[in-house]
Each structure stands twice: as C-alpha cells, then as structure tokens.
C-alpha cells in the first residue's frame, strides 16, 4: 500500500501517498479549525489568519514567501471552510523540504506586522462587499444563517466588515494558539515524496506546537427559518433546503446518492423537469454539506420573479416523487457518477493529498477507497427513497431567496407546503 501515516509526538499526523510516476509532489498543512471555532467577537478572524498566513514572518517577508516558492516553480495557497483550514504548496519532489520549511514557518512564526495586517483587513472587506453585489453567492451565506442561526456554523467565514477591522495581531496571536494545535494537525502529502523523510522534517519543524487538543465547538443545532432579501434584479436567486445528516451518520451515503438523483446533472430529475421540459431555469442543483455533527441539504436555481412559484412546487413535486418512486436506473446512474467522480480526483495529488487529510480529521483513520466504493456501492433504491422520506419528515425548512419582492413571496409560501408535508 502507498499510503503511509505517522503520529508526531504532539500529536501532529504526518500522511503521504507516494506516486512514483510524478516528478512533483502536492503538499499541505491541514487544521481541523475554521469558522465555526470562532467565539462570537471572533467572526471572520479564521479566514483573516489564513490571509495573514502569507504575509510575512520573524524569517520571511511577503515578498519573500511567494518568490521563494516560485522560483522553483512552485505555487502556493490556502483555504478557509466552517471546520478546517488548509495551507498548500505544489512543488518538484526535491523541494518537498523547502515547501514544508515555508508551510511550517507561517504557521509557526507569523509576523502579523501591523501594516500588513491593515492592508489585510481592507482586501477582505473588498472581498465582503464583492459577495454582498453577487447574489448568487450571497443567498448560500444567508441559507445558512437561516439553518443554524447565531451559531458559528451559521454565520459567513469572511466576517463583516465591523468585526474584520476590529482584529489585531494580540488577537490573531491567541486564536492561532487556541486553535492550531498539534492533535489537530494533519501534513499530508502526495506524488514524489517520501514518507520518512517528511516524518523527520515535519518533527523538526512543527514539534513546537502543543501537544494539548483544542476546545470542541458547541454542538450545532439545526432550527431553519426564511430569510427574504429584495433586491432589483433580472432573476430570483432561491435556496431552498431541510435537515441534512453528519459524514459519520450512517445515512449519509444514502443522502449524497438522493442529491446525485434529484439534482446532480444534466440527467436528473430537476434539471430534465424544471430545465428541459419548462425551461423555467438555466441552473439548477442539488447538494448535500455534511459537517461532523450536522448536514444540510438544499436546491439552488435562479428564475424569473414571474416563475418562482411554479418552479419552488416543482421542486418539492419532485422530492415527494423520488420518495416515491425513485427508480433502480436512477440510483445506478447516481451511484455510477460518484464513482467517476472519486476516482477521477484520485489521479490528481493534490486532491489525495486532500482526501487523507479531511479523513483523518474526520475519522481519525485513513478510509480506503475500496471501502468509500462499497459504501456508495450499498445504497439502494430503498435507501433513497428513505432517505427522501426522512427530509420531507423533517418538517423545519430553510429558504433563502434574493431577487425582486414580488418574486420572494411565492417563493415563502412554499415553505409553509413543506411544513405540512
């Protein structure tokens, strides 16, 4: 087997996945923390340490760090969601060690100058505002604030701008230290590497981080809610969505099967009914964000404030008909397209290198993808249709629409058929 895993004695787990046929290895530090670490004065801070990550350290300036990664043709970045951050470098096999060296130095001995610090904070702000002016980023935020209201998982990784411009180094300095700790530590690697020397590189650079696990988030709870937002514009951007389930509920395979069937390509069921055969949308999805104690399920479209009542009771037609009558073709063309979908990233590094980190994280173990396979391999049409059943059960839903107001009330009132369903 190519996947190799070592503990650090803090706690930290060094992974790696060797592909003897690369010549270049895809490399990164993971931290089981994010957003929904942040205590309620803390908000957006994750993504602003993240951005600060790269702009200098006690070694190192700005500058420094992105020219010395390409100038041996590397490339460098980083990552914020609700439960971890990653920071990554692809690299050739030989500078694997100069790759990690950068990794563990902005992770470890951050400068957080002030000027940099301030310029930071007005790049993110730019980037709130650029969220606030695109609707159809913007209604996600707002779906889930409506799920998990004033809650950490609930609220929006960027911050506002009040809060992003009130952080200061002292408190960047302490989240880091409360949060970015050793048992909740992943480097993991993938393509030209190799795993013992890693192992010694990574003991000598991370090593001073702290053995002690960081404080667990309060656990999410799940309440729904209808955020409406009028806004002038050409189309109704509409999320509507139920209680999801945790990567590590039983039922999840089942879940991510049913969001394939309903919305997950150009076969689906939404997209044929309510694309195809109405021509009531140019998009329209479902999907499924599971987290380690929650999920949650939703469909996304765009439409005409004319059409949002027809194309909202449609799609609720069509989950109460996959509840129904979900089909045995269905679920293996499903099922086929997650296949596809997980062994296609398994021939990239950068997406191994991913996988093993986000598993062991969330289970502490390295997961084989034989074992994913069976997983999905084993839901069956009796399975989704339980699983349709068990969303319309739910009877809390979440809808966020964005658009003119005379398109947002059809949209509400199909909230109040989903209570009763």
Same mark, same amino acid.
């Given at each position: 087997?190519?996947?190799?895993?070592?503990? %650090?004695?803090?706690?930290?787990?060094?992974?790696?996945?060797?592909?003897?046929? %690369?010549?270049?290895?895809?490399?990164?530090?993971?931290?089981?923390?994010?957003?929904?670490?942040?205590?309620?004065?803390?908000?957006?801070?994750?993504?602003?340490?993240?951005?600060?990550?790269?702009?200098?350290?006690?070694?190192?300036?700005?500058?420094?760090?992105?020219?010395?990664?390409?100038?041996?043709?590397? $490339?460098?970045?980083?990552?914020?969601?609700?439960?971890?951050?990653?920071?990554?470098?692809?690299?050739?096999?030989?500078?694997?060690? %100069?790759?990690?060296?950068?990794?563990?130095?902005?992770?470890?001995?951050? &400068?957080?100058?002030?000027?940099?610090?301030?310029?930071?904070?007005?790049?993110?702000?730019?980037?709130?505002?650029?969220?606030?002016?695109?609707?159809?980023?913007?209604?996600? $935020?707002?779906?889930?604030?409506?799920?998990?209201?004033?809650?950490?998982?609930?609220?929006?990784?960027?911050?506002?701008?009040?809060?992003?411009?009130?952080?200061?180094?002292?408190?960047?300095?302490?989240?880091?230290?409360?949060?970015?700790?050793?048992?909740?530590?992943?480097?993991?690697?993938?393509?030209?590497?190799?795993?013992?020397? *890693?192992?010694?590189?990574?003991?000598?650079?991370?090593?001073?981080?702290?053995?002690?696990?960081?404080?667990?988030?309060?656990?999410?709870?799940? &309440?729904?809610?209808?955020?409406?937002?009028?806004?002038?514009?050409?189309?109704?951007?509409?999320?509507?969505?139920?209680?999801?389930?945790?990567?590590?509920?039983?039922?999840?395979?089942?879940?991510?099967?049913?969001?394939?069937?309903?919305?997950?390509?150009?076969?689906?069921?939404?997209?044929?009914?309510?694309?195809?055969?109405?021509?009531?949308?140019?998009?329209?999805?479902?999907?499924?964000?599971?987290?380690? $104690?929650?999920? *949650?399920?939703?469909?996304?479209?765009?439409? $005409?404030?004319?059409?949002?009542?027809?194309?909202?009771?449609?799609?609720?037609?069509?989950?109460?008909?996959?509840?129904?009558?979900?089909?045995?073709?269905?679920?293996?063309?499903?099922?086929?397209?997650?296949?596809?979908?997980?062994?296609?990233?398994?021939?990239?590094?950068?997406?191994?290198?991913?996988?093993?980190?986000?598993?062991?994280?969330?289970?502490?173990?390295?997961?084989?993808?034989?074992?994913?396979?069976?997983?999905?391999?084993?839901?069956?049409?009796?399975?989704?249709?339980?699983?349709?059943?068990?969303?319309?059960?739910?009877?809390?839903?979440? %809808?966020?629409?964005?658009?003119?107001?005379?398109?947002?009330?059809?949209?509400?009132?199909?909230?109040?058929?989903?209570?009763?369903?």
């Amino acid at each position: 087997m190519s996947v190799r895993l070592t503990r %650090l004695d803090n706690g930290i787990s060094v992974v790696t996945d060797a592909m003897p046929h %690369l010549g270049t290895a895809s490399l990164g530090i993971w931290v089981g923390a994010g957003a929904r670490d942040e205590s309620e004065g803390e908000h957006g801070i994750s993504h602003l340490l993240e951005h600060m990550a790269f702009k200098g350290t006690r070694r190192r300036s700005a500058r420094g760090i992105a020219e010395e990664i390409e100038q041996v043709g590397g $490339d460098i970045n980083a990552a914020t969601s609700v439960e971890q951050t990653s920071y990554n470098v692809r690299v050739l096999g030989e500078d694997v060690g %100069l790759g990690l060296d950068i990794l563990a130095d902005i992770l470890t001995e951050p &400068a957080f100058a002030p000027d940099e610090l301030q310029r930071e904070k007005n790049v993110i702000v730019q980037e709130i505002g650029a969220v606030m002016d695109t609707p159809d980023d913007l209604v996600f $935020d707002l779906f889930q604030e409506a799920a998990f209201p004033g809650q950490s998982v609930g609220r929006s990784i960027l911050g506002t701008p009040e809060t992003v411009r009130g952080f200061d180094r002292d408190r960047l300095g302490a989240y880091l230290a409360r949060t970015y700790r050793g048992p909740g530590m992943v480097v993991a690697a993938a393509g030209a590497v190799d795993h013992d020397q *890693l192992v010694a590189e990574a003991a000598a650079r991370l090593g001073s981080l702290s053995s002690a696990g960081k404080a667990e988030p309060p656990p999410a709870r799940f &309440a729904g809610g209808t955020t409406l937002t009028p806004r002038d514009l050409e189309q109704v951007h509409v999320v509507l969505g139920l209680e999801g389930l945790s990567y590590k509920d039983p039922g999840f395979h089942a879940l991510q099967v049913l969001a394939n069937v309903l919305g997950g390509g150009m076969s689906s069921r939404l997209f044929q009914e309510v694309r195809e055969e109405r021509g009531l949308c140019y998009s329209i999805y479902a999907f499924h964000w599971p987290y380690a $104690d929650a999920g *949650l399920f939703g469909i996304y479209a765009g439409t $005409d404030d004319g059409d949002v009542g027809e194309l909202t009771n449609v799609v609720i037609d069509q989950l109460e008909a996959v509840a129904r009558d979900a089909s045995d073709v269905e679920v293996a063309r499903a099922k086929a397209q997650m296949k596809v979908g997980l062994l296609a990233a398994l021939e990239s590094s950068g997406a191994r290198a991913d996988q093993l980190a986000r598993q062991i994280l969330g289970f502490d173990r390295i997961i084989p993808v034989e074992e994913i396979v069976a997983k999905v391999e084993a839901v069956d049409v009796a399975a989704v249709r339980a699983a349709a059943e068990g969303l319309l059960g739910g009877g809390r839903p979440v %809808l966020s629409a964005i658009g003119p107001g005379r398109g947002l009330e059809p949209a509400a009132r199909v909230v109040e058929r989903l209570r009763v369903s």
